[in-house]
């Protein structure tokens, strides 16, 4: 899709915030801290940016998965 000759693209939301852009667990998000357990901390903007990114090619998880099937696939 293209807005203002700008390609963009929808994608699920669901966990990107919640999980390690490393590693793939769960992990806790306070304020712009994002820890994992296993990773240690990263700035949580640039770990769901890139939950985000990967998500794009995921081939399981599309825009309207239910928020608890991504949860099981995850």
Request: aromatic share 12%.
């Amino acid at each position: 899709l293209q807005l203002n000759s700008i390609e963009f693209t929808y994608i699920n939301p669901a966990y990107t915030s919640q999980i390690c852009s490393k590693c793939g667990r769960f992990g806790v998000r306070n304020g712009d801290s994002f820890v994992c357990e296993y990773c240690g901390e990263i700035h949580a903007d640039i770990n769901a940016s890139k939950n985000i990114l990967d998500r794009k090619y995921d081939k399981e998880i599309k825009m309207f998965t239910s928020y608890k099937k991504v949860k099981e696939i995850l």
